[in-house]
Nanobody
Framework: VQLQASGGGLVQAGGSLRLSCAAS????????MGWFRQAPGKEREFVAS????????YYADPVKERFTISGDNAKNLVYLQMNSLKPEDTAVYYC?????????????????????WGQGTQVTVSS
């Protein structure tokens, strides 16, 4: 299974970017996909995720009202629309996927909840 993320780049503060991620490889069905990010010198952190069953979406507090996650379950595609970008959003953004189904929604916000990871795409926001 491979996850390919794209759409990163350099943007000025206040601008927008749209990240895309496609899962490919052996046939499998994801239950959820998400985005995490890692800034230099910091740990990887949760950004947003989507559970296909029910269409539930989850966001980290710093990105609420600015970022929107969406996707296509059948195609194993996930997007992250990022608006009103800030310099503190600068990081490498990783997409992730899992085929597991969890009873608790908390784990869909956690690194340990995901089995497959993409290579990351750089997002740089200049002030």
């Amino acid at each position: 299974v491979q996850l390919q993320a794209s759409g990163g780049g350099l943007v000025q503060a206040g601008g927008s970017l749209r990240l895309s991620c496609a899962a490919s490889g052996r046939t499998f069905s994801t239950s959820a996909m998400g985005w995490f990010r890692q800034a230099p010198g910091k740990e990887r952190e949760f950004v947003a995720s989507i559970r296909w069953s029910g269409g539930y979406t989850y966001y980290a507090d710093p990105v609420k009202e600015r970022f929107t996650i969406s996707g296509d379950n059948a195609k194993n595609l996930v997007y992250l629309q990022m608006n009103s970008l800030k310099p503190e959003d600068t990081a490498v953004y990783y997409c992730a996927a899992t085929s597991a189904r969890y009873a608790s929604s908390t784990i869909y916000r956690a690194i340990r909840g995901y089995d497959y990871w993409g290579q990351g795409t750089q997002v740089t926001v200049s002030s």
